[in-house]
Structure formats: C-alpha cells, structure tokens
C-alpha cells in the first residue's frame, strides 16, 4: 500500500512538489530579502558559532573545522526539520484528509522536499566553507550525492512513522523537539567523532545515534575522511528496517488517520 502510493505520488507531484515550492516562496515573499533570509542561519551557524567555538580550542586549524561544521549543521538541520514536521504532517492537512485525499504521502513527501530546499539554498554557502579547506575532496562528490539519497529515503521512512503516530498523539510534537536537541549533543555536528574513545558512555551513545551515521554518509567523502566500517553495515540495516517498518505501519493505520485527526 505505501509503496503503490509513493509510486503514484512521484507520478502526480503537482501537490507535494510545487506546493512545498509555493510553501517557501510564500512565506518570505513581503521580506525585502526574500529567500537570502534562508542564508542567515547557515551563516550564522558556520562563521559565528563554529568560528566561536574553533577560538576556544588553540591549535585546531580553523578551515578544516568550519567545513566540518557547515556540512554536519546543513544535513542536521535538514533531518531536524523533517523529524520535528513530521509529527504533525497531516494535521497540517486535514481538511484535505476530510475531503477524502487519502494518499498520505503526498504530505510526506511535501514536507520531505520543503525541507530539501532549504538544506538546497544553503548549498552556496557551505560548499563555500568546505572548498576553503584543504581536506575538500571533489571526487568524494558522487559518493555524497548517494549518501544524501540514503539520507533522504531514511527520512521519508521516519516521517511516515513519526507521522501516523503524530496523527494518534498529538503530544508528541512537543516530546520531538527536546528529542531532537538532545541528538544534536550526541551527533558530531561541532565536534569530531574521534573526540570520544569508542568505548565511552560518550563514544556508544555517538555511534547507536541513527543521525551520526546519516550525517557521516555525506560528510566524509567530501572532506576526505575515514567512514567507521560500523556505517557500512549500520546504514543498509537502517534503511531496510525502517522502510519495512513504514510499510506494515502505513498498511495498519493510514485509513485510520482521518479518525484521529
């Protein structure tokens, strides 16, 4: 059922695709800076917070830092937005529901790619800090695309789930925001992974968070750095469990979500 529906959805992406469009330019179309304003929270993050924290550690080389930075807050930031959405997707929608649209990916896959524009226009921005260091690796750039694909399928797995059980307990947006910041203190975003032994309370929490794995897969082979062979086998496991997981759960309650709401 929801891969027949997906199906359907990619074939008819006039809702989910221009409507996550119209979503954006909407919201920024009586701002003097438009769209630019998407910029300032990356820039922010990069050349203010991360070139704060590389003042406070002598010795660390400043480049090879922010382009750490700015690639791990641009994909966390992405997933961040995609989980905290996620949670109240079809209530956000639920005239449409009652109207009787019930292919609830649709709303899925509209809050999937709104979030994917934004994690796009920062684009200039990071590849900026990134190609200023000396570690940037041009050809890890197909390895990346294809990380940010396993990226963006493990996200749509999620949503599906945070979804349906968002539709059933309204509560649980409030509960994914804290979840949420909570991951960002245990996902190496402005920290490196080797700054935690692996076997520390620190280093087992680092490498069972599901986002430090996502986050790693486009990441590394940009700055030419060591993919832990953990990611390898944890990545595809992931993947695999999640979609199956969305699948039964879509096929259990998606008819029931027009009741919840």
């Known amino acids: 059922m929801l891969l027949n529906h997906l199906i359907q959805s990619l074939r008819q992406p006039d809702h989910w695709l221009y409507g996550s469009w119209l979503d954006t330019a909407i919201r ?3 701002m003097r800076l438009g769209l630019l304003w998407l910029l300032v929270p990356t820039a922010v993050y990069i050349w203010g917070i991360g070139g704060f924290l590389a003042s406070m550690q002598p010795g660390l080389d400043a480049s090879r830092f922010l382009a750490h930075v700015a690639l791990g807050f641009a994909v966390f930031r992405m997933v961040s937005a995609v989980m905290t959405d996620s949670t109240s997707v079809f209530s956000g929608f639920q005239y449409f529901i009652y109207d009787g ?11 999937l790619a709104r979030s994917f524009y934004y994690f796009l226009l920062s684009l200039p921005l990071v590849l900026a800090a990134a190609i200023a260091s000396p ?15 396993v990226v963006l399928v493990n996200l749509f797995s999620f949503s599906v789930l945070l979804g349906l059980a968002g539709a059933r307990y309204p509560d649980l ?3 994914m925001g804290s979840v949420m910041m909570a991951a960002f203190l245990v996902t190496p ?19 069972a968070n599901p986002f430090h794995h996502l986050l790693v897969a486009v990441r590394a082979p940009l700055l030419g750095e060591t993919i832990d062979p953990a990611s390898w ?15 039964l759960a879509y096929r259990g309650c998606a008819r029931r979500v027009a009741a919840w709401l």
């Open 233 to 247: 086998l944890y990545l595809p496991i992931l993947t695999v469990a999640g979609l199956a997981a969305a699948a």
């Open 173 to 175: 947006g409030e509960l």
């Open 28 to 30: 920024y179309r009586r």
């Open 101 to 111: 649209h019930l292919r609830l990916t649709d709303y899925i896959l509209r809050n």
């Open 189 to 207: 975003v402005v920290w490196y992974p080797g700054a935690v032994p692996a076997d520390s309370t620190a280093g087992l929490l680092m490498r």
């Open 135 to 149: 570690d940037f690796t041009p050809a890890g750039l197909p390895l990346a695309t294809l990380g940010l694909a």
